[in-house]
């Protein structure tokens, strides 16, 4: 059974620049969250797709968004980039959205803002 | 505000030594509490989620606990082994209230197994 897969895996952009960020979850997974690891922080919750939908939002300002497509898959949207933005953003995926099933990450996009 | 403290923020010990990790929240009320475990550069992998109402759960060498009442968890690591090491992340998830779904992490415990 393949993995969460995330890509690309690394990222440089600029100031101002916007970047976009894919995930494939695991097949039959409905639910697909992204995080945020900023280093020397814990893991910050960003958002949570399930059947296309979003099901809620962390605390980001608006110019963090996404979308899930209908085979499940997502991408993560981040505009006006600014260099607290440099992070390892974390795809997960579940069988079913907000229970008690584990969450399978992938292995992140490390994105860098010069 | 939700907290999640987890300490110690680092930990040696040598292979086949047994450790404790702990995991103290405020979150209330909660529906699961996750132990994960994170290698260098690797995604989390998870190692034990627990209700509310669970007071163990075992993995493996892993060992979970919770006290509800004190709001603490704790991973115990049996016979570690050199591939234990890693950032140990501990999350608690609160109950779905008004469509609101914010899970809060600790900041890890990094352990270091040595030979």
């Known amino acids: 059974e393949a993995g969460v897969t995330q890509s690309p895996t690394h990222l440089i952009k600029t100031r101002g620049q916007q970047a976009t960020l894919r995930c494939s979850p695991i097949?039959?997974?409905?639910?697909v969250y992204w995080y945020q690891q900023a280093l020397g922080l814990g893991l910050q919750f960003l958002l949570w797709y399930d059947e296309g939908e979003e099901r809620n939002r962390g605390n980001f300002p608006p110019r963090f968004s996404g979308r899930q497509f209908p085979n499940y898959s997502s991408e993560l949207n981040v505009n006006a980039l600014e260099l607290e933005d440099s992070a390892l953003y974390l795809c997960?995926?579940?069988?079913?959205?907000?229970?008690?099933?584990?969450?399978?990450f992938g292995d992140g996009t490390r994105l860098s803002i010069l | 505000k939700n907290q999640v403290e987890q300490s110690p923020q680092s930990l040696i010990i040598l292979e086949g030594k047994n450790c404790t990790l702990q995991?103290?929240?405020?979150?209330?009320?909660?529906?699961?509490l996750r132990w994960y475990k994170q290698d260098t550069g690797r995604g989390p992998v998870s190692l034990t989620i627990?209700?509310?109402?669970?007071n163990t759960k075992s993995n493996g060498r892993y060992t979970a606990t919770l006290d509800a009442d004190t709001k603490q968890s704790s991973l115990h690591i049996t016979a570690s082994q050199l591939s234990d090491s890693a950032s140990y992340i501990c999350?608690?998830?609160?109950?779905?209230?008004?469509?609101?779904?914010?899970?809060?992490f600790g900041r890890g415990t990094s352990l270091i197994v040595h030979p």
């Open positions: 627990m209700t509310f109402s669970e």
């Open positions: 997960a995926s579940s069988l079913e959205g907000y229970s008690n099933q584990p969450q399978h």
């Open positions: 097949s039959g997974h409905t639910s």
């Open positions: 999350v608690v998830t609160p109950v779905l209230s008004g469509g609101s779904y914010i899970p809060t």
């Open positions: 995991c103290n929240y405020t979150v209330s009320p909660f529906s699961n």
